[in-house]
């Protein structure tokens, strides 16, 4: 799977504000790249639920990862991020800027 | 938005452990398995807690007023709570924040309890857990199912989250909502939970200001801005926008009539957005009733809180506050007519 790019999109959070960046794939370190392609690869095999946890006002992250294939969104609150794409959103929220939502 | 499908810790991701539990060494295998048991029963637990919040619930000993101030010391999240610091009846801290905390969620213990005669979230005397310095330069509060949660800001944008009455208030009601209505947190259901925390977290501040509707500033957040922006606060009860075309925060989002309603999926489809309808609604009721929001407006939307269900959406809102004002203050009574008539001119 080649990433063409990814969009990132920060909203919630007690401000509910919406912050969106983007990244192309030189942006990217091989580890975040594999990194991308195995959460999108579990993510397009595993039937979509919302399980509620009872928090309220969390951030949450989405990353849209367009392919040649098509698009593949990832979606955590911030207690949820895999460890192994921790650095890549933490570097992609300073990036982000603010956006009509 | 997705389920999210690793535990709290996330350290290994589910492909990983998959592949780990077929492994052909039986150690490996047999960890793997456990790990993966172990996420389950946390995503589980997660999941009860969101649906049935009596269970979260710590109950104080006595069942009355019943505080707890933890300290994370500038941990993320998956610390919570951290070190106990205050305690109920404790000495003050000789930290802002602890005090802030600890001062602000008995105000809006005292505010329940005295105008709603409501014992704490739950109803019950549960125990009020904040945790305070969580994260570093953590720009946001939150309630997890069980407790509030603050940051201390970056010292840019915000400050320190505990500065304002309003910001505990609206994560403290998080938790009433959760033992109530228990609202889902998306869409119309979910911008009636953020409106409810908006108004009684703002009730909870002017209760304690003695002010009236005409004198209340009618904002969310003023306490919390941070030097480099120009926004006054996060969000405003009255019209027009909050914030328009700031440097760090763009522009305030929330609509303040139906037609601006935001369809999107931001913001598990803009809870914090789209709050601001029924926020702009309930501005336009209280000052059209004049004196104090929480002796009218106040039980008003209280009740309302109490009989709406999980999927309640904007429809129902509006029905059962109008029903509400009718029931508490006589039908035909000039309280139903100021519900009826802020509704109408926020598109309803």
Redesign the interface.
């Given at each position: 799977m080649g990433i063409r790019g990814i969009r990132f999109?920060q909203?919630?959070?007690?401000?509910?504000?919406?912050r969106c960046c983007e990244a192309a794939p030189e942006d990217l370190g091989d580890a975040e790249r594999c990194a991308l392609e195995?959460?999108a690869?579990?993510?397009r095999a595993?039937a979509?639920?919302?399980?509620?946890?009872?928090?309220?006002?969390?951030?949450?992250y989405?990353i849209e990862i367009e392919t040649d294939s098509g698009a593949t969104?990832?979606?955590?609150?911030?207690?949820?991020?895999?460890?192994?794409l921790a650095a890549l959103i933490a570097r992609l929220q300073q990036r982000a800027?603010?956006?009509?939502? | 938005m997705n389920a999210c499908h690793n535990p709290i810790h996330c350290i290994l991701p589910p492909y990983i452990l998959d592949r780990l539990a077929e492994s052909s060494i039986p150690k490996v295998r047999r960890l793997a398995i456990q790990a993966i048991a172990r996420s389950a029963a946390l995503r589980a637990t997660r999941t009860t807690l969101g649906r049935s919040p009596a269970l979260a619930a710590v109950p104080s000993p006595e069942a009355k007023k019943d505080r707890l101030v933890y300290d994370m010391k500038q941990k993320g999240s998956t610390f919570l709570p951290g070190k106990l610091v205050r305690r109920e009846g404790g000495p003050r801290s000789k930290d802002p924040a602890v005090n802030e905390a600890y001062d602000h969620a008995g105000v809006t213990y005292d505010f329940y309890k005295k105008v709603f005669a409501r014992n704490s979230l739950d109803d019950r005397g549960m125990t009020l857990v904040s945790s305070v310095h969580v994260g570093r330069d953590y720009n946001n509060a939150f309630w997890n199912g069980e407790q509030m949660a603050y940051g201390d800001g970056d010292g840019v944008v915000f400050v320190r989250f505990t500065r304002s009455l309003d910001v505990v208030g609206h994560e403290l009601t998080h938790g009433v909502v959760s033992h109530s209505s228990n609202l889902d947190y998306r869409n119309e259901s979910g911008a009636l939970n953020e409106h409810f925390a908006d108004v009684f977290g703002s009730l909870a501040k002017q209760w304690k200001k003695k002010q009236t509707s005409a004198r209340a500033d009618w904002l969310i957040g003023p306490d919390i801005m941070g030097p480099e922006t120009q926004a006054k606060s996060l969000r405003t009860f009255k019209a027009g926008p909050a914030f328009e075309d700031d440097p760090i925060l763009g522009t305030d989002p929330q609509p303040k009539h139906l037609k601006n309603k935001y369809n999107g999926t931001a913001d598990s489809g803009g809870v914090h957005i789209n709050s601001g309808i029924p926020n702009h609604a309930f501005y336009l009721v209280a000052s059209a009733l004049g004196g104090s929001a929480w002796v009218k407006a106040g039980p008003i939307w209280y009740r309302t809180l109490l009989a709406l269900n999980q999927t309640s959406d904007f429809a129902q809102m509006v029905e059962m506050t109008t029903q509400n004002a009718a029931t508490l203050f006589g039908s035909g009574g000039s309280e139903e007519k100021a519900v009826a008539k802020a509704w109408k001119d926020v598109g309803f």
């Open positions: 999109r909203s919630g959070g007690f401000g509910g504000l919406v195995r959460h690869q579990a993510e595993r979509a639920t919302a399980a509620d946890s009872g928090a309220r006002d969390l951030l949450v989405e969104r990832l979606a955590f609150d911030e207690t949820c991020v895999p460890e192994d800027r603010p956006v009509p939502p | -």
